[in-house]
């Protein structure tokens, strides 16, 4: 890099929540670094994707994608510009190998864990030109010691509090990417999100790939759960609404559910895959519940909060599937009645159980299941928006929306609404009337400060 330029960089997120974290963790280590952020590969010194490989042809996209870097790169080379590429996230954990001989210009990989060292390596490359440093052990100590104070960039702010995950379920590339599951000390947690308070964070979200089953050392040295955070982060003042993604139904404890009931800053909305309806195939994915657990889960979490709004995560189409059990699924959807959902039809991954089992699916057979299904989907939460018309809803803020004069933000269920505003509003919890439901979003009209 130029020595006295001050250094762009680009990024390009794929996938969860818990990379667009890991994105703006990365983004504030190259912000301390001095670097600036561009919005174009072509205008960037540093271009780093941060992968993922949960679903679809993942590593296929990744070339294809990386493979316009290249020719940015040579563009850039002829103007006598410098441009070191990077890519981060789970395609890198699951594909390293192949990086270094199919993407020879790529500068450096690193997994998920291990992005807190990118400054290392790209001191390393400024050494040492044209290497590649690929970099996927999983590391002893823990990112988020090494990382710079997470700051607030509006309103709304992820937090990481667990990682990794232990469940094994047989379609699911996440435990060999992100690890085993590991959970950050309380007081870490505590102080990050009064940091992010303190510079304006109204509404914390709560990350893990296995959330609710957080155990945490606390200050005493004990180990302490989800129930517990919550109930600590209830009491910082200044903080008005939390949540927590995405959860295990069978680690939903009655203590956590009680939280739904006590806690007035959790909202009344939460993300519990469901992925199957069906006994059988939920036994064939090794989730850890059966239909009829999951539905008393959901029964004492309306007992909780009558107001509560649920969403979930579904496959058609996983190895064996009949009509039968895909019934079970619809079946499942119309008693829970969720507000919102996502679904997928079931893809491959290498190194999964379920990759090599008998009976895959049809792929005519998982288009036509997910078209059902998505149609009853969507349908009910057009239903829900469209119930939502008429009343009254703390709407948190969040930016300013196409057209100008008007403002985006969320309801407490997550919708999307628009509202007339002005640049004051952002960044604000106000009271909204809701005047139309669409299929993806509200409008309303401001009332007041909540
Ligand atoms: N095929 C299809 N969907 C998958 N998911 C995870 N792995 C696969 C796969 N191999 C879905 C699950 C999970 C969500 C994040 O992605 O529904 O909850
Ligand atoms: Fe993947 Fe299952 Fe773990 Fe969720 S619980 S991350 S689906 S293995």
Known sequence: MRFGVTVKYYIKTFGCQMNVYD???IADMLQNMGYQSVDAPADADLILFNTCHIREKAAEKLFSDLGRMEIIKNERKERGLETIIGVAGCVVQAENEQIATRAPYVNFATGPLTYHRIPEILARIARQKDICVIDTDF??????DFLPENKSVGGCSYLAIQEGCNNFCTYCIVPYTRGVETSRPVDDILQEAKNLVATNTLEINLLGQNVNSYHGEGSDG???NLAYLLNKLSEIEGL??????T???????DELIACHKNLKKLMPYLHLPLQSGS???LKAMNRRHTSGQYLEIVEKLKDANPEIGLSSDFIVGFPGETDEDFNATMEMVKKVNYIQAFSFKYSRRAGTPAAVYEHQVEEKIKQQRLKILQDDLFSRQLNFNKECVGKIMPVLFESKGKKTGEIFG????MQTLVAKG???DINKIKNVIITFGGMNALAGTIKEEA
């Open 422 to 424: 002005g640049a004051d």
């Open 247 to 253: 959860s295990y139904p069978a680690d939903m404890s």
């Open 222 to 224: 004990k180990e302490k």
């Open 23 to 25: 994105s703006k963790r």
């Open 139 to 144: 590391p002893a100590e823990s990112k988020f």
């Open 240 to 245: 008005k609404r939390i949540r927590y993604t």
């Open 279 to 281: 006994d059988k195939i």
């Open 410 to 413: 969320r309801t407490p269920y």
